[in-house]
């Protein structure tokens, strides 16, 4: 119950597909999701995320593939059968019923009638006691949120379903709730597997993060290594964003790669490199560059990639400035630039250097050359 960490198993996703019609939402899915984690899958609408978690839940029939919570085969037992609580967007709490009615509701349509104790510990869980004999519509989204939680995880279920459960949260609120969210998974023990199209959501709060496309998982993996090493076009430019630059592999040199790209040689670490022919693009992330004034493009280390080019915007952002620089050859790359000096800052039409640590740099095989 409430407090105490729950000993649950694995969930396995074995060749999972779902075709509407000559159309696969889902691809032949396989994956498993560690028991206790805290898992993202993390994609654009219509990439399969919503229709995997339905899947799971038993909302939906899979075309083929079997789902496994451990040993034991859940694919075609009923949404109701299932040691599995969905939480959607839209919270579904029932109007007429105050806050202790709703997370009492699973309890007492099992037939359990000593309610008090469990409903009052999981309302202590998600720190809504004082409001137990509120209605949901007497609540903050937030609030309703968290009763949302407490009434799935009343069930003891072994997977907590999250389908885009912060939504409808302003932006304030919704990093408020990821926090909540975090602190209540670690609290309970119980696998979530949270599907969301908000990379920020997903960064913070999950151990690992799956990246949908195209019913298929692009990369998976820790937020962090996913993206400061994004393994493909579509997750570097999805996850975050990344200036992209098309070169040619030119040899090596010890463990580096030398990428030559519009007339300029880049240094691309092999470890960073998911590329496996020549073709490929030369990445970083906007926040690893740095700008200097083009008179001062001498102070940037010898050993760093560096581009020259020219400032066509700046946007202040408070924490940072971002600007647009145009390369040489029309390419407009993005750089990010804390903000730690007042007042001296780059203006529109500069002639700028940028450089970067060649340790920042990832390599990417080139598709479209």
């Known amino acids: 119950m409430a407090g105490a960490i729950k000993q649950v198993e694995d969930l396995h996703l074995l060749n999972l597909t779902k075709k509407f019609g000559d159309v696969a939402a889902v691809d032949d899915l396989t994956l498993t999701i560690p028991a206790g984690s805290f898992f993202a899958l993390l994609g654009a609408s219509g990439c399969g995320k919503t229709t995997t978690l339905r899947m799971v839940a038993g909302l939906e029939d899979p075309t083929s593939g079997t789902i496994n919570i451990g040993s034991k085969d859940i694919t075609n037992l009923r949404a109701f059968q299932r040691p599995v609580n969905t939480v959607f967007q839209s919270y579904a709490l029932f109007p007429h019923l105050d806050i202790f009615e709703n997370v009492a509701f699973g309890l007492r349509r099992r037939g359990i009638k000593d309610v ?6 999981m309302l202590e869980l998600v720190e809504l006691s004082a409001m137990a004999r509120r209605k949901p519509t007497q609540l903050s989204g937030g609030q309703q949120q968290r009763v949302a939680v407490a009434r799935a995880l009343i069930n003891e279920p072994d997977v907590l379903l999250l389908d885009e459960p912060l939504g409808a949260l302003d932006l304030k609120l919704r990093r408020q709730m990821q926090i909540e969210l975090k602190r209540i998974q670690r609290e309970v023990g119980t696998t979530f597997v949270h599907v969301t199209h908000d990379q920020e ?141 007042v007042g001296d800052r780059c203006s529109v039409g500069d002639e700028v250097l940028l450089h970067w640590a060649p340790e920042h740099t990832f390599g990417l095989e080139n598709l479209g050359g």
């Open 201 to 341: 959501e997903a960064m913070t709060m999950a151990d690992t993060v799956a990246i949908m496309n195209v019913g298929r998982i692009e990369q998976l993996g820790n937020p962090a290594d996913i993206y400061e090493l994004p393994k493909t076009v579509f997750v570097a430019n999805f996850l975050g964003q990344s200036n992209l630059i098309n070169g040619t592999a030119q040899g090596r040199s010890g463990d580096d790669i030398l990428v030559v790209a519009y007339g300029q040689t880049y240094v691309v670490p092999a470890a960073r490199s998911s590329a496996t022919s020549d073709s490929m693009i030369v990445g970083v992330r906007p926040e690893k560059m740095t700008v200097l004034d083009a008179p001062d493009g001498h102070r940037a280390p010898e050993s760093h990639n560096k581009i020259s080019g020219r400032v066509t915007d700046v946007s202040y952002a408070g924490v940072s400035t971002q600007y647009l620089v145009r390369t040489p050859w029309d390419q407009e790359l993005t750089v990010f630039e804390q903000n730690v000096i």
């Open 116 to 121: 008090k104790t469990p409903v009052n510990q």
